[in-house]
Each structure stands twice: as structure tokens, then as C-alpha cells.
């Protein structure tokens, strides 16, 4: 074992922060610590700026191979890259999900051809992605999707019809990638197929979902004979779920350190709080905040560790698979103990009619982080049959 | 940065792992944890003749074998899942790092020799104002009473931590052979049978100057505290661990309403919670033990050391109560048996959380460096 990174990666990392100390002001000073989750829907054009700067700076798809526009660049530079970008006030990426989503999928899955349309846009920070699993009856079901895709031998074009739900930023987005049933007598996981769309076409429409926060970040799609290119399917008729799957182990959780300086900042603003107004005397409170802090230096040390690679069993580490659970469940406990850290004045909003202040933000907007992705009740079912070896649930 | 064990780690840690489900099944532990000593000589003489675990961090120059702190944690795991019964935390988390910390070159020559040599010795920490000094020309006088020393009534010699007659923060650590004329030990009987304690009753005792570890010792002894906290968390680990595991074994055996009860998914997903606890408490416990051995190289600060301590058993201790509290639920009726032994681990875990300061405390400790 061994904490300190080589004198290569602390050049690296002096790199990546002497370039957001010079970028990240002007025009783009006014999106620092700005547009992530919660506040996902602010400022989508100045962000969309910013990622055709970092491009021009090499910045985007770090991790990809330089074949493909990356930089090969190693975990751990991935590492330092997204904590000097979340230390310095980068804003929540725009171009996250054809980055580290679709890219890694094109290049793991895709054709020549495909890679050669979608890859440089990406790069490039012109074209974004938005994501198309979540039915209105495929939820923590993932695999009950109804959405249909039909192949019309007229038009020689694959048609989709169907609902998407949860679909972050699909009214910022210009395409966006869909599993639809290709076989309409199957069920399951089985007969699906991943699809590459265009998001402005007459057959989509868009409809923004407003959340509890009064705000939407999440949308419904709707696909009314949708269409898209023979070739925009991934894989063949029947390849989705694996297609589908596979994309979910590409983050390999780099960014996970990004996200523990977001709320390394969070818990930094409740122990200034606590410290203006008092709480920070209170016992109980004490009690919280240093457990919280406990558990935000655990989240990292959890991170290195499935960083470095668990040499007792490759495909299956623990520690990974407890991730989402333990910091879902952290972030929650942070919502409700910026509250009471807050006393009367938690109540008080920012302005009106109903713009929440940045804490508020949190206590509300953390209720959804124990359920998208995997609801806690679905991470406990993964934990205990994929880790624990317990016997599974009987499937309707 | 590698956060994950080399070949070498691993190969110590199976080693251990090899050797106590060997040398500590269930029957072992529970001969042992009846006798007042609460130890097999003949087998800690096996440890330190043929694993030699008692010198295992202990620098080359001293005849040890110069390992890390994470070997050192790596093997505490290991004693942790199979509550193995032995001297080793005493002489080696405790006495051991009073001497590399607080002992100047002759003592640790002199000292550290003797620990090789398989003798035992333990620390007396718990209370520095309960015993006192008074210098006496060129000899200390001790008097007092250190209670809560692990292995105290059969160590063969005890590091004490006293403050000085009238002056409670100045702290010197002395070391007394457990025969000193004077000293009166008593073995304490404990709720947790598979960790012994003692009373240690001081009067007149008398000790040469080149006795005395180190003068002013108060910031020195708690780096000793932090050194073995971190290795109390790994051994937390390993119980936590063995609580998760014996539970799951026999969920997947016991069979009620026709289906086993690991099945069920309220059992599944209490499960769950606890694998979510043990892999979080390890995170910490390895990353403390990277910190200790930074400290002990010269490379990490009192205070990074003080933090990582904290964090490590704060993270540790609730796990393993609550893993061993889950274990006793999860196993029904029969765990609340003396036959199963999720009990022990449940007593185990009881009394590893008290040492060394509860999750309370480091957490408040944590709480004075984030707010005051």
C-alpha cells in the first residue's frame, strides 16, 4: 500500500489546476460551483461554453484512448483530474454522459462508422447526450421495457415509439441513446436493442418533470415513430442489455473523488454555519458533524481502494458495490443535519417565490439520491446476492 | 498511490489466516478464555518461534523483522476473525510502541530484545493520574492504582504511565518488571472472556532511573494510544467480518416456512447492511494503518496520525457492534446460546469498542479539530 502519488502525477496535477485557475474566469467566473446535482438546469448555454473550452484545452475525455481523441490518461490522473476540477469550482459537465457514458460504449461496442460520427463531437464539447432507460414501468425493473423499436424495410430506418422517464437534461440535449424491445414477443432482459438517436426530430417530444425542489432537471420523452439510421443500432437486434450493462461498469467510479469534493464543500458550508450560529456547541451536533466527516474520509479511502484494484477477486469488489448505498445514504444524513445545524432559519427560503437556498437544496434534492440509479432497496438485493451469495428474489 | 495490499502483504496476511484457523477454532478460544491467564503458552511460544509475530514492525536494528504497520494490521485482522487469545496485542500494539515511540536507543536495544525473545509486557495508560512518581535519588517511588490493564496480571514486565506527585500533566512512562517488590497484581474478570484485564496496585514501588521511558511523555503516550487504536481497528475488522460470515453460513442453512431464511429478503438486506459496514470500517482501518507507518517512519504528523486513529475507530467500533448485534438477530434463538459463539464476538466487540476510547469519544475528538 501507498498513499502519496508519484512526482508524475503531482506534475500532472499542477498541470490540470494551473489551466482551471487561468479558464475558469470571465465570462465562465459566474458558473463556479455551479450546475451540479440539484442544480443541474442553471446556466446550461454558459456550460455548454465551457465545454468547448476545456476541449480546446485537451481536457475533455481524459480517459478515453488517444486513438479515439483521449489522452490514455491512467486512473489515477483521472483521479487528480476530477479533484483539482471539483476544488477549483468546475462546473457540473455538461458533457458528462456522452463522455463517460456513450463514448465508452461506441468504443467498447460500436461500429468503425458510429465511432467516427459521434466520437469527435463529443470531444470536441458540441454535441450532448442525454440517457434513455427509465420507463414509467421500468424502473428499479429496468429490464421491463416496452419503448418498441421496428425496422421499416421502406424507409430502411429503424422506428422507436414509446416513453422514457427520469431523462436528465433531454431538453439540452442533441441526441440520446435508447433501449427499446426490437422483439416484440420477448420479455425481459432478452430482445432489446440500443439505439442512437437524434433529439431533434418531430417524433420526439420533450416534457420536463418538476421535482419537489420546484425545479426539473429530469424530463419525459415521449417517441412517436421516433427515427434513426439502420445503422445507429449498437450491437445487433437482441445486443441491448449486454450493450446496456456493460456501460454501467465503464466509470470504474473516477469521478467518485470529484463528487467527495462537492461534498466536501457541502460539509464545509454546515460547519461554518454551525460555527456562526452557535450549533457547533451542541453536543449532539458535534456528534453529527464529525460523523459525517467520518464517513465522507471513508467514502475516499473506499474509492482508493477500488481504484487501485482488488487483486483477492477482480470482477467482484466489494467495496464497489457498496458505494452507491453508503454514499447515497450519507448525502441524505447531510441534508437533514444541515437542517438542524440551521435551527428556525432552515425554514426561510432565498428569495421568492420559492428559490431555495443552496442547503435546502441539499435536504430536499438528496431524497432522490437514494433512489435514481438504483434504489437503496435494489443496492441492498445487488449486495446481498452478488456479494453475499444469498439466494435471489423470485422474479415475477 | 496503490491503496490495495502487494504480494508480499497478501502472502502475511494468508499466512496468519493459515495459522489461526489451525491454531484458534472455537474450542481453543473457549479453553482459553476460561483459564485466568487467558492464554496457550505453548502456542504464543510457537508465534514467536516460528511466525515470529512479535517482532514483526519492529526495525532490523533491533533484531526485528522490520515490516510495516499494515503487515501489522493485516495480521490483527486475522487474529480478530478468529479471537485468537495471546499476548500480542499487549506486548506488541501496546508495549511494543511505548518502546519504539518513547524509549531512547539503549532501552529499545535493551527492551526491545527481550519482547523478541518472547518475553510479554503490557501498558498501563488508562489513567496516568492514578499512579504517581516522586523522584528519590537517583530512584522514582510509585504509588498507586492502574486498573484496565489488558494482560496486566500475567505481562512480564509492565509499562506504567504516571504523573508526577502534585502535577497531573507531567506524565513519565516507567518500566516494571511484574515481580518489583511492591507491585500487587489482580486479574479482573471480564464480561468479554477472550481479553483478560488486571488491577495493578502500586505501593513504594521503586525503579532505577534507566527505568523511566521518557520524562514529559503525555503527547508521547498518546501517539502510543493512536499506534494501538490503530491496530485494535483492524482486529475490529476481522471481528466484524467473521460476525458477517458465521451469520450468513447459517442463514443459508436454517430453513423456516419451507424456505432457507437467507431468502427472505428483510434477512438479505440486513445482510447487506452489514457487509456495507465491514467494507467501510476496512477502508479505514487500512488507511490508518498506512498513516501509522508513516508516522513511524518519520513521515506523518502527530495529528494526521491522531485523525486517522479516530476516524479508523469510530468506523470500527460500530461495525463490529453492529455486525455482532446483527449476527445475534440474524441467528435466531441459538445466538443467544453460550454453544454458538456470535456471542463471544458480540462481547469481543463490546469490549474492543470501550478500549481505547468508544466512537463517542473519537468522534468529539474529531469534533474539537473541525470546530473549536
Not at chain 1, 431538453?171 to 427499446?180: G, N, P, W
Not at chain 1, 437533514?336 to 430536499?364: H, N, T, W
Amino acid at each position: 500500500m501507498e498513499l502519496k502519488f508519484s512526482p508524475e502525477d503531482e506534475h500532472f496535477r499542477k498541470e490540470i489546476a494551473d489551466w482551471l485557475a487561468e479558464h475558469l474566469v470571465g465570462e465562465f467566473a459566474a458558473i463556479r460551483f455551479r450546475g451540479g446535482p440539484g442544480d443541474e438546469h442553471m446556466y446550461p448555454e454558459e456550460r455548454k461554453a465551457w465545454e468547448q473550452e476545456l476541449a480546446a484545452g485537451g481536457w475533455t475525455c481524459i480517459g478515453w484512448p488517444e486513438a479515439f481523441g483521449g489522452r490514455g490518461a491512467s486512473i489515477e490522473q483521472q483521479v487528480i483530474f476530477h479533484e483539482e476540477y471539483a476544488r477549483a469550482g468546475g462546473p457540473g459537465r455538461m458533457g458528462h454522459i456522452g463522455e463517460t457514458l456513450t463514448g465508452p460504449t461506441l468504443i467498447a461496442f460500436g461500429s468503425d462508422e458510429q465511432r467516427e460520427r459521434f466520437l469527435p463531437g463529443i470531444r470536441a464539447g458540441t454535441r450532448f447526450w442525454c440517457q434513455g432507460y427509465s420507463e414509467p414501468s421500468a424502473g428499479s425493473d429496468l429490464a421491463n421495457v416496452k419503448t418498441k423499436a421496428v425496422f421499416d424495410e421502406a424507409s430502411q430506418r429503424w422506428l422507436i415509439s414509446g416513453q422514457k422517464v427520469w431523462t436528465s437534461l433531454a431538453h439540452e440535449s442533441d441526441h440520446c441513446f435508447v433501449i427499446a424491445r426490437t422483439d416484440p414477443d420477448s420479455v425481459g432482459h432478452r430482445g432489446l436493442g440500443f439505439f442512437l438517436l437524434d433529439m431533434d426530430q418531430p417524433g420526439i417530444t420533450v416534457r420536463p418533470i418538476e421535482q419537489m425542489t420546484g425545479t426539473s432537471e429530469f424530463n419525459e420523452v415521449f417517441f412517436d415513430e421516433a427515427h434513426c439510421g439502420a445503422g445507429d443500432i449498437v450491437g445487433a437486434p437482441g445486443d441491448g442489455w449486454k450493450v446496456a450493462m456493460g456501460l454501467l461498469g465503464f466509470e470504474r467510479g473516477v469521478s467518485t473523488l470529484g463528487q467527495q469534493m462537492l461534498f466536501q464543500n457541502e460539509l464545509d458550508d454546515i460547519i461554518r454555519e454551525a460555527k456562526r450560529n452557535g450549533a457547533a456547541k451542541d453536543p449532539v451536533i458535534r456528534q453529527r458533524i464529525a460523523d459525517a466527516h467520518v464517513g465522507l474520509k471513508i467514502m475516499r479511502y473506499n474509492s482508493m481502494r477500488t481504484l487501485s484494484g482488488n487483486a483477492d477477486d477482480g470482477s467482484l469488489q466489494p467495496e464497489a458495490m457498496i458505494y452507491k448505498l453508503y454514499w447515497s445514504t450519507w448525502h441524505r444524513n447531510l441534508g437533514k443535519l444541515a437542517m438542524d445545524v440551521l435551527g428556525p432559519e432552515a425554514e426561510i427560503c432565498a428569495a421568492p417565490p420559492y428559490e431555495l437556498s443552496r442547503l435546502q437544496s441539499l435536504f430536499l434534492f438528496s431524497r432522490a439520491d437514494t433512489i435514481y440509479g438504483g434504489t437503496n432497496q435494489v443496492q441492498r438485493n445487488i449486495i446481498a446476492e452478488r456479494a453475499l451469495n444469498m439466494p435471489r428474489e423470485p422474479r415475477g | 498511490m496503490n491503496f490495495s495490499f502487494t504480494d508480499e502483504q497478501r502472502m502475511i496476511r494468508d499466512t496468519a489466516e493459515a495459522f489461526l484457523s489451525g491454531a484458534s477454532p472455537s474450542e481453543a478460544v473457549r479453553s482459553a478464555m476460561e483459564t485466568e491467564s487467558g492464554f496457550d503458552a505453548t502456542v504464543w511460544k510457537q508465534v514467536c518461534e516460528e511466525l515470529y509475530w512479535q517482532a514483526i514492525h519492529i526495525p532490523e536494528q533491533y533484531g526485528g523483522l522490520g515490516l510495516g504497520y499494515v503487515e501489522l494490521a493485516a495480521t490483527m485482522e486475522q487474529m480478530g476473525r478468529f479471537l485468537f487469545c495471546a499476548p500480542f496485542f499487549s506486548s506488541v500494539c501496546l508495549a511494543t510502541n511505548a518502546l519504539l515511540v518513547a524509549g531512547d536507543d539503549e532501552q529499545k536495544a535493551r527492551l526491545l530484545a527481550r519482547l523478541i525473545a518472547g518475553e510479554t509486557a503490557t501498558l498501563a495508560h488508562h489513567a496516568p493520574a492514578a499512579v504517581r512518581w516522586k523522584a528519590e535519588g537517583d530512584q522514582f517511588r510509585l504509588n498507586g492504582t492502574a486498573r484496565y490493564v489488558v494482560d496486566g496480571h500475567t505481562a512480564d514486565w509492565v509499562i506504567v504511565a504516571a504523573a508526577a506527585s502534585g502535577d497531573d500533566g507531567n506524565v513519565s512512562l516507567f518500566v516494571v518488571p511484574g515481580g518489583q517488590p511492591g507491585l500487587v497484581r489482580h486479574w479482573l474478570p471480564t464480561m468479554d472472556q477472550t481479553r483478560k484485564q488486571a488491577e495493578l496496585v502500586f505501593e513504594n514501588v521503586l525503579v532505577d532511573t534507566g527505568q523511566r521511558l521518557a520524562a514529559g511523555a503525555a503527547a508521547a503516550l498518546a501517539s502510543v494510544e493512536d499506534l494501538a487504536t490503530i491496530a485494535l481497528a483492524a482486529e475490529q475488522v476481522g471481528g466484524a467480518q467473521q460476525s458477517l460470515d458465521s451469520t450468513i453460513a447459517y442463514t443459508r442453512e436454517r430453513v423456516q416456512f419451507g424456505r432457507t431464511v437467507a431468502s427472505f429478503q428483510a434477512v438479505k438486506h440486513k445482510a447487506a447492511d452489514m457487509m456495507v459496514k465491514v467494507e467501510a470500517a476496512r477502508s479505514a482501518s487500512y488507511y490508518a494503518a498506512c498513516i501509522a507507518q508513516e508516522f513511524l517512519a518519520g513521515s506523518a504528523s502527530t495529528g494526521e496520525l491522531a485523525e486517522a486513529a479516530s476516524v479508523a475507530k469510530a468506523a470500527c467500533s460500530e461495525a463490529y457492534l453492529f455486525n455482532a448485534g446483527c449476527g445475534i438477530q440474524l441467528h435466531g434463538g441459538v445466538g443467544f446460546t453460550w454453544e454458538y459463539d456470535i456471542q463471544l464476538f458480540f462481547k469481543r466487540a463490546k469490549s474492543s469498542e470501550t478500549l481505547l476510547g468508544n466512537a463517542s469519544l473519537h468522534r468529539e475528538r474529531l469534533a474539537a479539530l473541525l470546530l473549536d
